[in-house]
């Protein structure tokens, strides 16, 4: 749970994130053609085609911004949080069933981080 809540708020911040924050030009999955959850989301068979040649023009070298904005203004981002969400509720759910030990308290100290990180 806590590697799905990494990779969903990563995938995120690839839709609204700033370089200098991350680390990576926002945008960046796209240009390499890496179809994340935030896309997912906003797929439907009706758009779907659209879609892929959007894709496919960024992979070429177009600006993502089109695609970027489409995926926001969809709630593509909205549902990739609810998302991280049930991820952050599984992994806090499981540390609650563990009994105690040294670093346990870091760890729910990492799903919270995870679940605000820059997104």
Same mark, same amino acid.
């Given at each position: 749970?806590?590697?799905? &809540? ?10 609204r ?6 680390? *990576? ?5 796209? !240009? ?18 659209? %879609?892929?040649?959007? %894709?496919?023009n960024?992979? *070429? ?6 695609? %970027? ?13 609810? &998302? ?8 806090t759910?499981? %540390?609650? *069933? ?7 308290? !870091? ?6 981080? &995870?679940?605000? !990180?820059?997104?």
């Open positions: 749970a806590v590697g799905m &809540l990494f990779q969903i708020t990563d995938d995120i911040m690839d839709y994130g700033k370089e200098e924050e991350t680390g *990576k030009p926002v945008g960046k999955d796209l !240009r390499e053609g890496v179809v994340t959850f935030p896309i997912l989301a906003v797929t439907t068979a009706e758009n779907m085609e659209a %879609l892929q040649k959007e %894709l496919d960024v992979m *070429k070298g177009e600006d993502p911004s089109y695609l %970027l904005q489409y995926v926001k203004e969809n709630g593509g981002i909205e549902a990739t949080l609810a &998302l991280a969400a049930e991820y952050g509720d599984k992994a759910v499981a %540390l609650d *069933k563990l009994p105690s030990f040294e670093g346990k308290d !870091r760890l729910y100290q990492i799903v919270t981080e &995870l679940i605000a !990180r820059h997104i």
